[in-house]
Each structure stands twice: as C-alpha cells, then as structure tokens.
C-alpha cells in the first residue's frame, strides 16, 4: 500500500488580541462556509516558509513574518480530484503582519479578525474547517 502524505502550512496571525480567520467559499467541496487559518500546500521543491508567505500573500494580501512554530497536525482526507486518501501533516506557524487591511482571493467568500472568545462560538457551533478545529480544541 502506498500511502500519499502532503505538507501543508497555515498560520495564526493575532493583531491586537484578535486571529485572523477566513470564510471557505461555498463552492468548496470540504468545509464549505467555515472558517479557517490561513495557508495552503507546499509545492514541490519548495521551503515551507515559502510556501506560507505565498499562500498568505495570495489569500491575504499580507506579508506576513514567521515567528515560531505553534503546533503541527495530522489531518487525512479524500483528495477531489483523485478520490485517493491522504494523509497530511499541516505545520501551524504563529505569524505578524504589519497591518490588518486584508484582501482575500477567490478562495474564500469572508474574513475576520475574531477574538478568542469568538473562536471558542465559531468552535460550539461546526463552524470552523476540520483542521482548524483540531488547532483551536488544543
């Protein structure tokens, strides 16, 4: 059996006391409506600390700086495309950002800057994406 693993990285941004969230378009077929942390697949070839500026750059339209390590996640799912189960180790970074004037892609229909207490609702109530949901439970 040959198992596929894929690397993702996301990253926490909290601005004055609040984490910045975006809202998975409709269209999405995993997680559609929630909320999620910011970030996405490492290319081949490429540095994670590439990777998560570029996603955050593209789903943003932040540059952000990479300041520590905050968790790291197993998370598997059943690929859209492919219909193969994967397994994926998503790496958490904490991060900053100079501002908090966001401008999000395509991607994703909303963003917010939430306060703790906020994510805890958005936890209660199914509304935050899978993998977001194993972060915020910890």
């Known amino acids: ?3 596929k693993w894929g690397l993702t990285v996301r990253g926490i941004c909290e601005i004055d006391g609040e984490i910045l969230l975006l809202k998975i378009r409709s269209k999405s077929k995993h997680d559609s409506h929630k909320w999620e942390i910011p970030g996405g697949k490492v290319k081949k070839g490429e540095f994670f600390d590439e990777a998560l500026r570029r996603e955050y750059l593209e789903e943003t339209g932040l540059e952000i700086f990479i300041e520590n390590l905050f968790d790291a ?66």
């Open 1 to 3: 059996m040959n198992d």
């Open 73 to 138: 996640i197993q998370r598997d799912y059943t690929a859209c495309k492919s219909g193969e189960e994967v397994k994926s180790i998503q790496l958490i970074m904490k991060v900053n950002a100079k501002s908090k004037n966001v401008k999000i892609s395509a991607e994703h229909e909303d963003y917010k800057w939430f306060s703790k207490e906020e994510i805890n609702e958005l936890y209660n109530q199914d509304l935050l994406s899978d993998a977001s949901k194993i972060v915020f439970k910890k």
